[in-house]
Structures are given as C-alpha cells and as structure tokens.
C-alpha cells in the first residue's frame, strides 16, 4: 500500500486565538506523537509576509504528516481529537495531498519519504519542499539572500503558492511551493539565473549544515487558503 503525506496549514485570527496557536506549538506535540499509522509528523510555524522572514507570523501554523497509507492520513483528519480543536480557533484551513516522487538529503539526520520515481510527470501539478538547518556562522550571509530569492519565486508564471515555514526560528527553514506542472519548477530550480547562483554559493559557502528537497504528485486538496487558486491545479 503506497505511503501518502499530508501538509496542513492554520490560518488564526484574533489575539486570544493566536496564542491559543503558539500555545499548541509545545503542547500539540504531545498530543501528536502517537499518531496511528504516522511515520513522519513535524509542527511548523511561519515567517511574517509569505513566510520568508525573519520575523514570525502568529497567525499562520502548519502541520506535516507522512503516513503509511493514504486510509492512514484520512483517519487523521476526520478523527484526531487534536485537528477537531482548531476548528474553533482557526479562519481557514487547508490540507494539501502529496505522494512524494523523489527525495534526497535528511531531516533531522532521517530521510522521512520514500518515493516513487515512475509516478512523476512532468506536465501535471507538482509540490516541493526544500528544508535545510542553517550553519550558525553563516545565517547573516544565508538570510541577506533570501528577499530576492523568494521575489525571483513569485515572479514565476506557473508557480501559484509558496510558503516559508520552520520547527525553530532562523535555524530551520523548510519552503512549500505549489506548481501548475512539473517542468516549470524544472526550468526555475535550473535555469533561473538567480536561483542558479543562489544553490552555487549554498555549496560553496557551506550555508547548510543539512538540506532535504523533496518533490511531490499533488492527489488532491481541501480547505481554502486565501490567494490560493485551487481550479488552477485541475484536480
């Protein structure tokens, strides 16, 4: 039975309903450890804008699970006690769908996502996560590059949503980008002039103390996400 991952994201409005989110990210940890069929879960906050900042968005959480089926993951969102005590907290919700088709580097020294590399197809919705810990030495150097970088994403006709988020502020960073096709990101992760340099000083400069990317067939979504066009991915 194939494996099957879920991103969740949590849109709070209002302070009381804000912290009630903070609060949750140390107590919902507890709360989510002993998932049925989880094998991978991790609670994100976010950056302040679309997430790529250095100051915090209060108002924007995500929750990731990879699970080891997809019967798994749909038990989780219509069950789990914890997900149905957001509803009176949240303004909007979204999950995402994913089925990763291919995966390198870890997360916190595991690889959490096995991939199928022939359910890749290039002309149909892709997602992509890259996450990475930051060298300590170098976050002045890693974090004066990131405006541009995320100003040269959205200026990509086929990419509709990108987010950053992260399990601890500066240090470690993970992004969510949503495409309209797989060739797209393609030809953005190598052949944008930008983003080209950007991975090069990544390397050289040895920005990362430990990177992942993984890249997923979208299955589906529900929810709503504000400035998120869901038509637009024909599912």
Same mark, same amino acid.
């Given at each position: 039975?194939?494996?099957?991952?879920?991103l969740t994201f949590f849109r709070y409005q209002g302070v009381q309903n804000?912290?009630?989110?903070?609060?949750?990210?140390?107590?919902?940890?507890?709360?989510?450890?002993?998932?049925?069929?989880?094998?991978?879960?991790?609670?994100?906050?976010?950056?302040?804008?679309?997430?790529?900042s250095l100051k915090p968005n209060f108002g924007v959480y995500a929750y990731?699970?990879?699970?080891?089926?997809?019967?798994?993951?749909?038990?989780?969102?219509?069950?789990?006690?914890?997900?149905?005590?957001?509803?009176?907290?949240v303004q909007e919700r979204l999950t995402v769908h994913l089925s990763p088709?291919?995966?390198?580097?870890?997360? $916190?020294? @595991?690889?959490?996502? %096995?991939?199928?590399?022939?359910?890749?197809?290039?002309?149909? *919705? &892709?997602?992509?996560?890259?996450?990475?810990?930051?060298?300590?030495?170098?976050?002045?150097?890693?974090?004066?590059?990131?405006?541009?970088?995320?100003? $040269?994403? @959205?200026?990509?006709? %086929?990419?509709?949503?990108?987010?950053?988020?992260?399990?601890? *502020? &500066?240090?470690?960073?993970?992004?969510?980008?949503?495409?309209?096709?797989?060739?797209?990101?393609?030809?953005?992760?190598?052949?944008?002039?930008?983003?080209?340099?950007?991975?090069?000083?990544?390397?050289?400069?040895?920005?990362?103390?430990?990177?992942?990317?993984?890249?997923?067939?979208?299955?589906?979504?529900?929810?709503?996400?504000?400035?998120?066009?869901?038509?637009?991915?024909?599912?």
């Open positions: 039975m194939p494996q099957h991952t879920t804000r912290f009630w989110a903070i609060s949750q990210m140390g107590i919902a940890r507890l709360a989510l450890a002993n998932v049925p069929g989880l094998r991978f879960g991790r609670l994100l906050g976010s950056g302040g804008g679309n997430g790529f990731l699970g990879h699970w080891e089926s997809r019967e798994a993951g749909d038990t989780f969102l219509r069950e789990n006690e914890w997900l149905k005590t957001t509803d009176a907290h088709t291919m995966s390198h580097g870890t997360w $916190s020294g @595991e690889q959490p996502f %096995d991939s199928d590399p022939a359910a890749y197809d290039p002309n149909a *919705p &892709v997602a992509v996560i890259t996450r990475a810990t930051i060298n300590p030495a170098r976050l002045t150097e890693f974090w004066s590059h990131v405006p541009r970088t995320s100003a $040269s994403l @959205e200026d990509q006709a %086929d990419h509709l949503f990108s987010i950053g988020v992260g399990e601890f *502020p &500066v240090f470690m960073q993970a992004t969510f980008s949503i495409w309209t096709n797989g060739k797209a990101m393609q030809n953005f992760a190598y052949k944008s002039r930008y983003h080209k340099e950007v991975v090069k000083l990544t390397r050289e400069r040895g920005w990362h103390k430990e990177e992942m990317f993984t890249r997923f067939t979208i299955l589906g979504a529900e929810g709503h996400w504000t400035g998120l066009d869901l038509s637009r991915l024909g599912l």
